[in-house]
């Protein structure tokens, strides 16, 4: 005869209360940077075809450090963290990530005269221009010469 189950009940504690009220936005915070953490290692570990002791051997550790690692509470040090990058041939930590606020955008129109030379060379032409732009300091420059004849 099977056991009739009765309903969950919801477990209130003041105790409980207390402590959860004590963690801070930042804590919180962290702890699920953490969590989302532990996730990708296992899931690079998944994606090499790995069980836990496999990437334990791979990263000269013991299995139960990573059981710790895969638990989401451990602080990696930022050494452990890239040999996990490593090891595992995939990014966990962003170096070169810039914030919109810091791109600036700017149009740059320049103009000039064209001067139509008569008798002159390509080479001589283009000679003459470079030597000029390095007697005023602009190191590059594009030219376009178009010939008449």
Known sequence: MMKKMSKARLYTST??????????????DRTAKRMQLAA???DGIKAN???????AAAMHKQPSEITKWL???HNFTADT????????????VIL???????IIKYQV???????????TTYFDLAANLYIGHLYKGIKSHQYSLNSNN
Do not use: C, H, Y
């Open 71 to 73: 638990s989401g509470t």
């Open 15 to 28: 105790l409980l209360d207390e402590i959860l009220a004590e963690i801070t936005p930042e804590e919180s």
């Open 109 to 119: 129109v320049v103009s000039q005269k064209a001067i139509i030379l008569e008798n």
């Open 81 to 92: 963290l890239f040999d996990i990058e490593r090891v595992l041939n995939m990014g966990l």
């Open 49 to 55: 075809g790995w069980k836990k002791k496999d990437f």
């Open 96 to 102: 070169n990530d810039v914030s919109k606020a810091q």
């Open 40 to 42: 990708r290692i296992s």
